[in-house]
């Protein structure tokens, strides 16, 4: 069981927009950084959003990524259908010094 | 161009005994954290580890599932860093992602990735 707790799924209609949510703890989400990462089906993970808010060069501002307390929210506007994959988030835990993760959520674009 | 490549996967028995690669190139590997992600077949993302860069002594941290049975050294004159683990068992068995930060300041936010090593733990 993640310690860092997401939706199984969550779907919507193209050109919508959809939140995943990731919840944690004072020793991970509140006090460290989040991650977000896309997984495409066969690929390896792809760093969307890092340092709570910040995209990494490439990754289109229609991904954003926001924090609040001891939860982060992973925000897709304009949806489309290649966006369908599994999204995970990420943080440094700083009480068992590791890294945690979220067990992923698998959009649906519809 | 940064790049990070596993390898030594395959077939191992259960108790038995592995050891990855992760060569890396386009980097001053000694500066960099580097570390080690795993994720089962069908299931999610499961850290496995981490070492620190020359800065930090190399120091290293380790999931609670492998704890134990696992060591991870490094030969920057390589660049690369090796996992080794033993006691292997069925839960072992995933694919081992080489990771690093995307940016030194985050080395925890994973912008680059190998294209994974297969570990299979049966008899």
């Known amino acids: 069981q993640s310690v860092l707790t997401q939706p199984p799924s969550v779907s919507a209609a193209p050109g919508q927009k959809v939140t995943i949510s990731c919840s944690g703890s004072?020793?991970?989400?509140?006090?460290?950084?989040v991650s977000w990462y896309q997984q495409l089906p066969g690929a390896a993970p792809k760093l969307l959003i890092y340092a709570d808010n910040k995209r990494p060069s490439g990754i289109p501002d229609r991904f954003s990524g926001s924090k609040s307390g001891t939860s982060a929210t992973l925000g897709i506007t304009g949806l489309q259908t290649g966006d369908e994959a599994d999204y995970y988030c990420?943080?440094?835990?700083?009480?068992?010094?590791?890294?945690?993760f979220g067990g992923g959520t698998t959009l649906t674009v519809l | 161009e940064v790049q990070v490549v596993e390898s030594g996967g395959g077939l191992v028995q259960p108790g038995g005994s592995l050891r990855l690669s992760c060569t890396a190139s386009?980097?001053?590997?000694?500066?960099?954290?580097i570390d080690w992600v795993r994720q089962a077949p069908g299931k999610g993302l499961e850290w496995v580890g981490r070492s620190r860069n020359k800065t930090k002594s190399y120091t290293t941290d380790y999931a609670a599932s492998v704890k134990g049975r696992i060591t991870l050294s490094r030969d920057d004159s390589k660049n690369s860093l090796y996992l080794h683990l033993n006691s292997l068992k069925s839960d072992d068995t995933a694919v081992y992602y080489c990771?690093?930060?995307?940016?030194?300041?985050?080395?925890?936010?994973?912008?680059?990735w190998g294209q994974g090593t297969l570990v299979t733990v049966s008899s």
């Open positions: 386009g980097f001053t590997f000694s500066d960099h954290y």
């Open positions: 990420g943080s440094w835990d700083g009480s068992l010094n590791i890294v945690l």
């Open positions: 004072s020793s991970n989400i509140a006090n460290h950084y």
């Open positions: 990771v690093r930060g995307a940016y030194s300041d985050y080395p925890s936010s994973y912008g680059y």
